[in-house]
C-alpha cells in the first residue's frame, strides 16, 4: 500500500511540476495591426469649437506613447498654465484590444514620458476607451465611449515589435 501511495504522489508532482511555468519575462505583443505611430491629422468642425485635442499615439509591442495637443479659445486654467490657449500632454502604460474596443491604461508624464506628480493640466491616471470604427494597413478610426467623438488617425510610421525584457 505504501508503494502505491509513494507512486501517487511521485504521478501527481510530475503532473503538478510540468503544468507550472513561469510567465516570460517579456512585455506582451500587443495587437500588430496598431504598432506604429499614429497621428490625428485634424479634427472635425476645430475651427467652431471653443476646445479641440488632436492626438498621437506610438504602439510598440503592448506599449503606448500618447502626445495629446489641446487647443482652446477660453482659459479654463491659471494664467501661468493657459499657454496662450495651447498645451501639450503626455501619457504612456499599456493597451489591450477587446473585441472591436481599445483600452489605454495609462499615466500623465512629462515630456520625457517620466512620472509626473505636480504641474499644469491633468495629473494621475488616463484611462480612456475606444471602439475601433475602422483599421486598415494605414488608417484608424476610433469612436471614444466617453465623449462619442470621433478621431481619425492616418499611419506615419510602422513598427515592429521586438519584445524587451521587464524590469
Known sequence: ????????????????????????????????????IWEEDSVDYQNERLQYSKHQFRITCDSVYITIKTFTKVNTY????????????????????????????????????????SGC??????????????????SLYLESTQQHQQIKMSLKEKIVCVQKPLN
Open 78 to 117: 491659471p494664467d501661468s498654465c493657459f499657454n496662450n490657449g495651447s498645451w501639450t500632454e503626455y501619457a504612456k502604460g499599456t493597451y489591450l484590444t477587446q473585441n472591436d474596443t481599445l483600452i489605454f491604461n495609462t499615466t500623465f508624464t512629462k515630456s520625457n514620458f517620466k512620472q509626473k506628480i
Open 1 to 36: 500500500m505504501a508503494k502505491y501511495a509513494c507512486l501517487l504522489i511521485s504521478i501527481l508532482s510530475v503532473l503538478a511540476f510540468s503544468s507550472c511555468r513561469f510567465n516570460p519575462n517579456l512585455q506582451g505583443k500587443g495587437t500588430d495591426s496598431l504598432q506604429g
Open 121 to 138: 493640466y491633468r495629473i494621475g491616471q488616463y484611462l480612456p476607451a475606444f471602439v475601433i470604427k475602422k483599421n486598415t494597413a494605414d
